[in-house]
C-alpha cells in the first residue's frame, strides 16, 4: 500500500478529531477540524450507522495516520506486540512510542511527526554516537539522541529550539540547549496522550 501523499488535514477531518499532523497549524484558529468538523467529501456531513468492524478499522486507521504507518508496518508491530509480555494493546503503542522519529517529534525537535520522519531519513541525528536515518528504529532506555554537530547550525533546528515547548512525557529528558534528549524509561499507557481505544485494534487483528 502506498503512503498517503494528500492534504494531511483531510485526515484529521475523516477522523473527527487533530491528529496534529500539519505542525503549528493544528494549534491556531486555521485549522481545518476547527473550521469544518465533518468528514470531508460530499457525504461528510450525512449522518452514518457505524457497525462494531467500523468502530475498529476506524481506531487502527487513526494510529496509523497518527504515527504515518503503513498497513504491513502495523501488522507487524501487533504481531510483534502480541508476543511480548503483558498487555497487547498497550505493548502495541509502546512500540510506536519508541520509534525513532516519534521519539524526535517528542523531544520536540520537529514540529510533527512526518517532519520528524523525514529530518531522520536526511541524517541529522545520531542515537549514541552513531549516525541513524532510519525512522522505524525502535529505541530503548537508556538511549541518548543528538542532533548532529553540522546539522544545529541551520536556521531550521534554531528556529525549532527556540519555539521548543519543554519536555511534555515523563519517559524523555530533552536538553534542547545541548540539541539533545535521552530515553529514560519505558512509555506507559498513561504517557501516552493520544485519544486510542487499543483494544478495538486487538479485537480487529485477533479476527
Keep these: 500500500m502506498a503512503r498517503y501523499t494528500g492534504p494531511v488535514c483531510r485526515l484529521c ?19 481545518p477540524v476547527t473550521r469544518r468538523n465533518y468528514a470531508p ?11 462494531e468492524y467500523g468502530l475498529q478499522l476506524r481506531e487502527k486507521q487513526k494510529v496509523r495516520r497518527f504515527y504515518g504507518i503503513q498497513e504491513s508496518q502495523m501488522r507487524k508491530y501487533f ?3 502480541d508476543k511480548m509480555p503483558g498487555i497487547t494493546g498497550e505493548n502495541l503503542l509502546k512500540l510506536l ?3 525513532f522519529d516519534n521519539v524526535v517529534y517528542r523531544l520536540g525537535f ?7 520522519r523525514q529530518l531522520v531519513r536526511h541524517g541529522h541525528f545520531t ?6 536515518d532510519i525512522p522505524s528504529t525502535i529505541l530503548k532506555v537508556g538511549d541518548v539522541i543528538e542532533v ?13 529550539i527556540e519555539k521548543h515547548r519543554g519536555n511534555t512525557v515523563r519517559w524523555l529528558e530533552a536538553s534542547p540547549e545541548e540539541y539533545r534528549g535521552r530515553i529514560v524509561a519505558e512509555p506507559t499507557r498513561e504517557d501516552i496522550d493520544i485519544p486510542i481505544e487499543e483494544h478495538l485494534i486487538v479485537e ?4
Excluded at 477522523?15 to 499532523?21: A, C, D, F, H, V
Excluded at 480487529?204 to 479476527?207: D, E, F, H, P, V
Design 148 to 160: 548532529k554537530d553540522k546539522s544545529r547550525s541551520s536556521s531550521k533546528f534554531k528556529e525549532l
Design 13 to 31: 477531518r475523516r477522523e473527527g478529531q487533530k491528529l496534529y499532523l500539519k505542525g503549528d497549524k493544528c494549534y491556531t484558529d486555521k485549522c
Design 79 to 81: 504481531d510483534r506486540a
Design 110 to 116: 520537529a514540529s510533527s511527526r512526518a517532519e520528524a
Design 41 to 51: 467529501g460530499q457525504h461528510g456531513q450525512s449522518r452514518k450507522k457505524v457497525t
Design 204 to 207: 480487529l487483528y485477533s479476527k
Design 127 to 132: 542515537i549514541n554516537g552513531n549516525k541513524v
Design 97 to 99: 512510542e519508541l520509534r
